[in-house]
């Protein structure tokens, strides 16, 4: 049985050494309060799927509906332009929070899936001819898969793929072989959203730059638990997605370094990426609209600032610190469980805020040896003590594939959950392996 639990949030204050901060941060997300059948209060471990919305952003928004709508950038009228400034300031809290050069360089999209499409089909009709290779992991997101296939399948480009140990990294010995006269791009994520692994991209940009080669970066499960400096970094596409931040569905970002943006062509047309059209020929607008066709999501731009804002508050130090305490905790009770078998690093500094794991049966005596407990079976009965995960192959099937599995339970982390939820976690996970 889950039980109820005082939440004390302590872990949350300790770190900035604010003693009550937590409690105010929980209190942000009215949703955490929810009743799920009879179970109180609902412990959401589902994080890297989307984080909850706190207050904030939710109220931007609807005071951005009720008070100030009006579509951007071709209004000459008072509401057109503050909805612009607004749209446009959003962008700027987008290039403080990556430390980006420029607002040039911040192209707002749906969402981690478009930006990647936008990179892959633009850099690839402009710089990619058949034979030419992208370079990619075996720990990607159909995201950053499917979207270099699309352009296989134009052009005739290969997709070749950097292996993961059994452990869950990249193995990087020998990389310098992966590189050759036909390489055009490197495109792969910073963490794993099955593994947890955090990716050394740093030093993989610089080796990839050393052969003249750019490259782009998944950032939709890091840039939600850790501080991103995308000059720092020295990528040259960096992608993510408002909603697993705290922020709306519908808005993501790409950033790409003023260079690269320069000589791609426009992913769409019309809206505010044109400067003039006559049925024989159209003259492309400047950065970053040249790659912003139609009414863009002002709205939810807006809202994604906020939750910027509202983590930058935080402090994103304070929530990595939270974050790696309470993965750090959860690996150790996961693993007091009988015939757990949890995928991924297991030093914790290489190990994000989500944990994947396999429950084998009791009688089977032990993780691997016998059959594992059915994920989707997990998750339903998780569900039903009142705590949501995720199951399956986590839009991943290359790596199931290659750890040999159909799919696996996946709890994620956020700022707001806590060492209570964990003990919660541990407790249904016994409960429900007695029960078979
Ligand atoms: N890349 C990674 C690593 C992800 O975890 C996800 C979503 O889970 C995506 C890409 C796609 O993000 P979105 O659906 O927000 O475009």
């Not at 036909?182 to 740093?202: D, Q």
Request: hydrophobic content about 40%; overall charge negative; proline content about 4%.
């Amino acid at each position: 049985m889950v039980k109820k639990k005082i939440y004390s949030f302590s872990e949350l204050s300790s770190p900035s050494g604010e003693v009550g901060r937590g409690v105010g941060i929980r209190s942000d997300f009215p949703i955490l309060g929810r009743k799920i059948y009879d179970k109180y209060p609902l412990v959401y471990l589902d994080n890297a799927a989307t984080t909850q919305k706190p207050r904030c952003v939710v109220e931007a928004m609807t005071d951005e509906y009720y008070n100030v709508n009006a579509n951007v950038h071709r209004g000459v009228h008072f509401l057109s332009q503050q909805a612009t400034d607004l749209h446009e300031q959003a962008r700027e809290t987008v290039r403080r929070f990556l430390n980006a050069r420029s607002t040039n360089e911040i192209i707002f999209t749906r969402g981690t899936t478009e930006s990647i499409n936008l990179v892959a089909s633009c850099f690839g009709q402009a710089f990619m001819k058949e034979g030419d290779e992208v370079l990619i992991t075996e720990m990607e997101h159909h995201a950053n898969i499917v979207s270099w296939q699309l352009v296989q399948a134009r052009q005739g480009i290969k997709i070749r793929v950097i292996p993961i140990s059994d452990e869950g990294e990249l193995i990087l010995d020998g990389i310098d072989d992966f590189f050759n006269e036909k390489t055009r791009i490197v495109s792969l994520t910073h963490v794993s959203n099955v593994l947890g692994t955090i990716n050394p991209i740093k030093d993989i940009i610089r080796i990839a730059h050393a052969h003249g080669v750019p490259v782009l970066i998944d950032g939709a499960q890091s840039t939600p638990h850790f501080r991103v400096d995308v000059q720092d970094l020295d990528c040259d596409f960096f992608a993510f997605s408002g909603h697993k931040i705290y922020g709306p569905t519908g808005i993501g970002v790409l950033y790409g370094k003023e260079e690269w943006l320069e000589k791609l062509p426009p992913y769409m047309g019309g809206g505010e990426m044109i400067k003039t059209v006559t049925f024989e020929h159209t003259t492309f607008n400047d950065l970053p609209y040249k790659f912003e066709a139609g009414t863009p999501d002002y709205v939810a731009s807006t809202g994604l600032a906020k939750a910027l804002d509202y983590v930058s508050s935080i402090g994103l130090d304070v929530i990595e610190s939270h974050e790696k305490d309470l993965t750090a905790y959860a690996m150790k009770r996961m693993m007091e469980i009988p015939g757990m078998k949890i995928f991924g690093p297991k030093d914790i500094n290489q190990h994000d805020a989500v944990i994947s794991f396999l429950v084998s049966l009791p009688s089977t005596g032990g993780a691997g040896k016998g059959a594992f407990i059915h994920h989707l079976d997990m998750g339903t009965l998780l569900d039903r003590l009142g705590i949501a995960i995720r199951t399956g192959h986590h839009c991943a099937e290359p790596l199931m594939h290659r750890l040999g599995i159909e799919g696996t339970c996946r709890a994620s982390f956020a700022l707001y959950n806590t060492r209570e939820e964990v003990d919660a976690l541990v407790s249904a996970i016994l409960r429900i392996q007695q029960m078979f």
